[in-house]
């Protein structure tokens, strides 16, 4: 099979994943859009004979997971992927309300999701275990990791203290990380983070959305994680990072995206927690003119 690189995946081959092959993956709730689940499916189908596990840090009610788990199966290999889904496992009335009763969940009492997670993932209960718990708290002994999704970055804090438990578990050449929120406004850290680790980490694919993949490519040393953390760093060093960070990602087409980061951090100064960017910044048309004027 071919090595994934920047070349095969600039074709967007994933987009031949089609909704029967989804299957019953699609009727878990996720707030992925669907050429992001076709890319999860892709994927997991394309590295499930690699020795390692798949890992999913902030799962939801296991949309995510599921997607990776119908594609991993889907390759029919004697030996599936060992999958680990993370989550607080945990919804508000309003979360449950727009994410869960809207998509077809029958409705239920309290807030933990964890159950509902669990059934809605028993067609994959052989390959999946479910981890419950705010994820900087964990710990990782499970051996190498194949395939890291992260989705659960919503501060710069947690983000650091999450790249230091699960990242040397990577291996160099092989191994393949998923920055779900990579280019969304609220989350300008993520790809700061990516940037200052740039020779440990090579671009290979944009998926329309907020989504970038990279091969891992050199061991990341545990002082090497420590001293690149971006918690702690001021606005500016992080909008210097985001502007290396658009020219290094400038073939995906995404530079209007890292620079409404920019602007997003301007307008919202030291801010390092997603959901206290109160200063709306409106979407930049894609347009590598205007981000060079500004
Ligand atoms: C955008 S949602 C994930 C969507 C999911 N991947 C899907 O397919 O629908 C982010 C998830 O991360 C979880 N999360 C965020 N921060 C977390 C943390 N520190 N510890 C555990 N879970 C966290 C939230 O509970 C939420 O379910």
Known sequence: MERLTKTVMSSRPWRFVTEEDLGCALGVPSMLNREE???????????????G???????????????????????????????????????????????????GISQFDGQDTLPLSKALLSPWSDQVVLRKGRIEDSTWSDGT??????????????????????????????????????????????????????????????????TVAYLYTRRVAPDLLRARQVHGLSD??????????????????????????????RLNPGQRKSWRFRTWVPEIAESPQRIAAE
């Open 37 to 51: 689940a076709q890319f999860y499916f892709w994927l997991a189908h394309r590295m499930a004979h690699v020795s």
């Open 53 to 103: 596990s798949m890992v999913d840090l902030g799962c939801f009610v296991g949309g995510s997971t599921a997607y990776l788990a119908a594609g991993a199966s889907a390759r029919r290999e004697r030996q599936r992927p060992r999958m680990f889904a993370y989550d607080q496992f945990h919804a508000s009335p309003k979360v449950k309300r727009r994410q869960l009763y809207a998509k």
């Open 145 to 210: 990791i194949s395939l890291l999704i992260l989705d659960a970055s919503k501060t710069s804090r947690t983000m650091d203290m999450m790249a230091q438990t699960f990242f040397p578990h990577l291996v160099p050449g092989i191994s393949v990380i998923v920055q779900q929120d990579e280019l969304h406004w609220k989350e300008p850290w993520i790809a700061a983070q990516m940037q200052r680790l740039r020779a440990c980490f090579e671009p290979l694919c944009y998926v329309p959305g907020g």
């Open 236 to 265: 500016d060093r992080i909008t210097r990072a985001l502007a290396n960070s658009a020219e290094r990602l400038s073939a995906f087409g995404v530079k209007h995206k890292l620079q409404r980061q920019i602007n997003a951090l």
